[in-house]
């Protein structure tokens, strides 16, 4: 076990190796486009493009640039940001993070839980009533969009209720855990639901429907025959090996919304995480930020599947000699 | 004679689907005495595995309808309480399933599947319930048991994975064992030693065993006696040396005769029994359900013919008078017995 993580530690390092040279490959060594020209934004003036030209060493060999570059980014961190004049690229990064990780992390905690309650509770109720009502209550979750039921959720604990019943909502946005556990949970719960309803729903039906084909399985047969409980037999044989499906899931959502695919979550609730500051920039043509976003992004999803992968490993035994 | 293990009485088991009802077991009666080991045998839907599903109950499917008796030292399996059938279950009475490739849960350890079905039913600690497993373990021939024991299902071979079951059947003490078509999907020389195995631990532990198999040379090295089945029905039942020397039942004859004879000259093909199986949807159910297969049959074949005792520990349900039947049986194996 301890050699498998050691290897896949050493392999998620390559990958985000790898990661940083492609993209630094994609943004500078695009042929017939001026890198500095498009760092230094729409209109610059010769000055600028001369002080990104230096700044980046456009003149130097490539290898030179990249070593630049990755210590502009991570060791000097001061990349700055050329159409926001002035504006520093790594404390973006570094305040949007967190926004993101908060949001994604506790509605991910949400969604599993409820996706492995409602899919047990839909395979121990096969042929009863219980069944068809949670997945249809999966549809309808799969079905809302993040944006309007975020909208929904805002207009009435904003608007409509705000007076009555959710008084306690705080003004949209995010607080950070410096401001204490309870201000920061109570400022990001409705977004953690609201983004966890749609996943809530997609985990429990594919749960449903490994755990209805596992209970077909000779071993839940064998287990029932050796006087096993219908509990056990449920949780232990069936749940868990169904379980390696759904980690596989977790591993691919997980890094896509750290990696900014929760922005229309972060656009809704007013949280300025990486989705929203990636959109920005692309909005702006910021490169030096695109490229900070891209890299983190990276990272982030690099490590969540390394986690991902353990939690693999852990759970099914023949991956570990792989 | 002492009282039965296990009695099966007028066993009816049916399947509801949208074409109609489906019967798989049709009305079926036998008793396994202790420390007997017991062959039932007939080919693929012939209702032998279902018959032994449903003693367990382990046939979950809604539209299953049972009806009969099933007792179990005197109590109706069918009818008891689902707690009082699980302390049965993998403590009286174990099961062995035909494939051992998907008969264990694959992310648990060897040890960790038999010291699961110990601790439901006795309490015993992790350690001695880990103890016993390296012990069974042992005794079913697993070499290096201590390390093995926390070896995976997937780093077994098909033959050691089938003796982990059968370590983890023979765990409590089981009175019962049911063995599944146990060595179907192993090769001829893994199945060799499993039966070998089997029968020295029936021998050690004195469970019964109840044998399904569609081999009859399975049949004639481990079982005391005999059953035939086919289309859900009993056909033959008698002691191995009756049914194995003097097979009554045209069925039978048809299974014997499949089997490539070990003397005199090599068969040039292999007798088969003409038509196909009966099926279990098929509504014409009166009547001797293998007439229709059958070289020796005339109208009388209807009504269904009883199981019938033509002498002691020896019936079948035929309704060619018993007189004639080594006569009968002379000419059904003989057109095989000529192209040789």
New interface residues.
């Given amino acids: 076990m301890w050699r498998f993580a050691g290897r896949r530690a050493l392999a998620a390092v390559l990958v985000l190796f790898a990661i940083s040279v492609m993209v630094f490959l994609i943004f500078f060594a695009t042929p017939g486009a001026d890198p500095a020209a498009r760092i230094a934004g729409r209109n610059a003036s010769q000055e600028t493009l001369a002080q990104v030209r230096a700044s980046f060493g456009f003149d130097k060999p490539m290898y030179m640039q990249y070593g630049l570059m990755m210590r502009h980014l991570f060791i000097d961190r001061d990349l700055t940001s050329f159409v926001n004049r002035g504006s520093q690229v790594i404390p973006q990064i570094t305040q949007a993070i967190p926004v993101t990780l908060s949001l994604v992390i506790g509605a991910a905690v949400i969604w599993m839980v409820l996706g492995i309650i409602m899919g047990v509770a839909a395979t121990a109720g096969r042929?009863t009533a219980v069944d068809p009502i949670i997945m249809v209550f999966g549809v309808i979750g799969v079905s809302l969009p993040v944006y309007w039921l975020g909208e929904v959720v805002n207009l009435i604990t904003q608007s409509r209720l705000h007076d009555s019943w959710f008084a306690w909502v705080p003004p949209l946005g995010y607080a950070p855990l410096s401001d204490g556990v309870g201000t920061w949970a109570l400022h990001l719960v409705l977004p953690w639901m609201t983004l966890a309803v749609l996943y809530a729903g997609i985990y429990a039906r594919v749960l449903r429907s490994e755990m209805v084909g596992a209970m077909n399985?000779?071993?839940v047969?064998?287990?029932?025959?050796?006087?096993?409980?219908?509990g056990r037999v449920l949780i232990?044989?069936a749940l868990?090996?169904s379980l390696?499906v759904i980690v596989s899931l977790f591993g691919l959502d997980f890094g896509a919304l750290i990696g900014g695919a929760a922005l229309l979550t972060e656009v809704v609730f007013g949280l300025q995480g990486v989705g929203k500051l990636t959109y920005d920039s692309l909005q702006n043509f910021d490169l030096p930020v695109i490229l900070g976003c891209v890299l983190y992004a990276a990272f982030f999803v690099v490590v969540a599947n390394f986690i991902v992968d353990l939690a693999y490993a852990w759970?099914?035994?023949?991956v570990r000699h792989v | 004679m002492s009282e039965p293990l296990l009695e099966v009485r007028n066993l009816r088991v049916s399947f509801r689907t949208r074409t109609g009802t489906v019967t798989a077991v049709d009305g079926i009666s036998f008793t396994v005495d202790p420390g007997e080991v017991v062959g039932l045998v007939g080919e693929s839907g012939s209702g032998k595995s279902v018959s032994m599903l449903t003693v367990?109950r382990?046939i979950d499917n809604?539209n299953c309808v049972i009806e009969g008796e099933v007792l179990f030292k005197g109590n109706d399996l069918l009818t008891m309480s689902?707690a009082d059938l699980?302390?049965?279950?993998?403590?009286e009475i174990?099961?062995i399933?035909q494939?051992p490739m998907?008969?264990?849960?694959?992310?648990y350890?060897a040890g960790w599947h038999i010291s699961?079905?110990i601790r439901?039913?006795e309490k015993v600690s992790k350690k001695a319930a880990n103890d016993r497993a390296i012990q069974l373990l042992t005794s079913v021939g697993i070499p290096n048991a201590e390390s093995r024991v926390n070896s995976?299902p997937?780093e077994f071979s098909g033959g050691m994975r089938q003796r982990v079951?059968i370590a983890?059947a023979l765990s409590c003490n089981p009175s019962l064992l049911i063995a599944d078509e146990p060595t179907t999907a192993l090769d001829v020389t893994i199945q060799a030693q499993i039966l070998e195995l089997l029968r020295d631990l029936q021998s050690e532990f004195g469970a019964s065993i109840v044998l399904i198999t569609h081999d009859m040379g399975v049949v004639s090295q481990m079982a005391n006696r005999v059953m035939v089945m086919y289309g859900g029905r009993l056909v033959e039942a008698g002691s191995r040396l009756d049914v194995m020397r003097e097979p009554a039942h045209p069925y039978t004859w048809g299974l014997m005769g499949s089997i490539p004879p070990t003397d005199g000259t090599r068969a040039v093909r292999l007798a088969a029994i003409p038509g196909a199986p009966i099926s279990p949807s098929d509504s014409d159910r009166d009547r001797c359900l293998f007439a229709p297969r059958c070289t020796f049959a005339t109208d009388s074949c209807r009504p269904q013919p009883g199981l019938i005792e033509h002498r002691p520990g020896h019936s079948d349900a035929c309704i060619i008078p018993f007189s004639e039947r080594a006569q009968r049986r002379t000419e059904a194996l003989a057109p095989m017995r000529a192209r040789t």
């Fill in positions: 042929g399985e000779d071993y047969r064998m287990a029932r025959a050796k006087g096993i409980g219908e232990r044989h868990r090996t390696i759970l099914d035994p023949r | 367990l382990l809604p689902d699980r302390s049965i279950r993998g403590r174990a099961m399933f494939d998907t008969a264990l849960t694959p992310v350890t699961e079905q439901a039913h995976y997937h079951v983890m």
